[in-house]
């Protein structure tokens, strides 16, 4: 039965491998992710950890110098949780928020995210 702090744990390690680079990328995404996991938003869609990798590398080059931050507690029950993160310069300016929900493989790591923008970026 995951907890908590299971729970506050796995989005860690995933807004890590979102924060990620270069080789060190690759390492987070296979510590967060499951193998075949998928992820969807309504601007990327991935599936397994070379496509996470390339979905990742795109955001972090399309917002360069900004990084994800966790906002609040991660919260779930069984093998399904959702957690809120933001993206900005820090954790207070964010330019970017979102919820995400996801499902838990039987290792622990995420089968599955489901990712909703609750905050985009002004187009400028």
Do not use: C
Not at 6 to 13: K, L, R, T
Not at 75 to 90: A, I, N, S, V, Y
């Amino acid at each position: 039965m995951n907890t908590v702090n299971d729970y506050q744990a796995i989005a860690q390690q995933y807004i890590a491998a979102w924060n990620a680079t270069g080789a060190a990328r690759a390492a987070a995404i296979a510590q967060a992710f499951a193998p075949d996991a998928r992820y969807t938003d309504p601007m990327m869609q991935a599936r397994g950890h070379a496509a996470l990798d390339q979905m990742i590398g795109a955001a972090q080059q399309q917002f360069g110098g900004l990084r994800f931050h966790l906002d609040g507690a991660a919260d779930g029950h069984g093998e399904r949780m959702r957690f809120r993160w933001t993206l900005g310069p820090d954790a207070e300016t964010a330019i970017a928020k979102g919820t995400d929900f996801a499902t838990l493989a039987g290792d622990g790591r995420l089968a599955e995210v489901s990712g909703f923008l609750d905050l985009v970026p002004q187009a400028g």
